[in-house]
């Protein structure tokens, strides 16, 4: 059943690359999508059930919303950092710890952090992530935390978990 | 017309790369700058289908992107010291 | 359209100018990767959407559409795998630097 969601994906993937519904395209991305599948299978998700529940998607859709508001917002303080002439930065690493369990989760919890100007994953180590910040605004742990993920990570719980 | 000015100044920020290629301190500023110029090429085809009007050139975009993050991941992978296949 | 679309290229073609000033200007490796990589990943994206809407939902624009999450997860990989990287080299923290709480793990 893994194997078939895979599949299905891939195969989708291809029309999307190609626009393009006649019969021998049709058959070039069904052999490409096997051969990926055969190839990578072992390594996909191993909860593949959590591809068929539409409330995910609809979670996906708010938090994009969220995400590209944030991005573009963060993204003109970083402008304003870099264009001033005194340069008003303050950088450090700081240790932030996370409640999500499963790997996949963490994952997009780091790209996302990642991905928001102004601060970027180094290290995952289990529960804990340690982000370099550019301007670490205060020294106490419970603030920061919900300064950089607090954001996002209820979204994400409810998307992955 | 404002198209070829948008890619005079996206040639003028490959520049601006290569100056951090050329001028950085330590390794690792080499390498922010190579994904940085990699990033950029991507831009670049994007305006050069506009200005030609060659549709291939988003597959090479495409192309592009992941061929450059293939060589960050391998460049950071050097700078780390391990082998290739861990 | 056609005005719109070279609206969202401005957009994008500032935001890359923006992320190389910071390459040329900031003074360590992470700043400079922090302001480099996400403001000019954002610029191109903005500058892909910009070939959307010019094109419409054709084959240039569908694959301009695909190319955004492309280069999203493949950008911050790579600023990962980078920092990480740069650090376990040894590449100090600026002088600006306020807290380091990486350097007590484990290595």
Redesign the interface.
């Known amino acids: 059943m893994k194997y078939i969601t895979l599949f299905i994906i891939l195969f989708l993937?291809w029309l999307?690359?190609t626009?393009n519904l006649e019969g021998p395209n049709l058959i070039v991305g069904a052999v490409a999508a096997l051969i990926t599948m055969l190839v990578f299978g072992k390594h996909f998700l191993r909860d593949w059930y959590k591809f068929f529940q539409p409330r995910r998607y609809f979670w996906i859709i708010i938090y994009l919303g969220i995400f590209i508001w944030e991005?573009?917002k963060a993204?003109f303080d970083?402008?304003y950092?870099?264009?001033s002439p005194k340069?008003p930065?303050?950088?450090?690493?700081?240790?932030v710890k996370s409640t999500l369990k499963t790997d996949i989760a963490k994952t997009f919890l780091?790209?996302s952090i990642?991905?928001?100007?102004?601060t970027?994953?180094?290290?995952v180590?289990d529960d804990d992530f340690?982000i370099?910040w550019?301007y670490?605004s205060s020294?106490d742990p419970d603030v920061y935390t919900q300064k950089v993920m607090g954001r996002f990570e209820k979204y994400i719980k409810r998307i992955f978990e | 017309m404002?198209?070829d000015i948008?890619l005079y100044?996206?040639i003028a920020?490959s520049f601006?790369?290569f100056?951090?290629i050329l001028f950085g301190p330590?390794?690792?500023?080499r390498?922010?700058?190579i994904?940085?110029f990699g990033?950029?090429v991507?831009?670049v085809c994007?305006?050069l289908?506009?200005k030609t009007g060659r549709?291939f050139l988003?597959?090479i975009?495409?192309a592009w992107?992941?061929l450059?993050?293939i060589a960050?991941?391998t460049?950071?992978?050097?700078?780390?010291?391990k082998k290739l296949d861990e | 359209m056609n005005s719109i679309s070279?609206i969202f290229?401005?957009i994008?073609?500032a935001?890359?100018?923006?992320?190389?000033?910071?390459?040329?200007?900031?003074?360590?490796?992470?700043?400079?990767?922090?302001?480099?990589?996400?403001?000019?990943?954002?610029?191109?994206c903005s500058?892909?959407l910009?070939?959307l809407l010019?094109y419409g939902f054709?084959?240039?624009g569908?694959?301009?559409l695909?190319?955004i999450p492309?280069?999203?997860?493949?950008?911050?990989?790579?600023?990962?795998?980078?920092?990480?990287?740069?650090?376990?080299?040894g590449?100090k923290?600026?002088d600006?630097?306020?807290?380091?709480?990486?350097k007590d793990?484990k290595k």
């Open positions: 993937l999307l690359l626009l991005c573009i993204n970083v402008a950092r870099v264009l340069m930065i303050k950088p450090g690493i700081v240790r780091a790209n990642t991905m928001t100007p102004g970027i994953t180094v290290d180590v340690f370099h550019i670490v020294s | 404002i198209i948008m100044i996206l920020m601006f790369c100056i951090r330590s390794m690792a500023d390498m922010v700058a994904d940085i990033i950029l991507v831009g994007g305006i289908v506009v549709m988003i597959d975009a495409i992107i992941i450059s993050f960050t991941i460049l950071a992978k050097y700078l780390v010291g | 070279n290229f401005i994008g073609i935001f890359d100018l923006f992320g190389c000033i910071g390459l040329l200007r900031l003074p360590d490796v992470y700043n400079r990767l922090q302001s480099a990589t996400k403001s000019v990943t954002l610029g191109t500058i892909l910009g070939l010019r054709t084959a240039v569908v694959k301009a695909l190319a492309l280069l999203f997860f493949s950008a911050t990989v790579a600023a990962h795998a980078l920092i990480r990287g740069s650090y376990k080299f590449i923290l600026s600006k630097t306020v807290v380091d709480d990486y793990v």
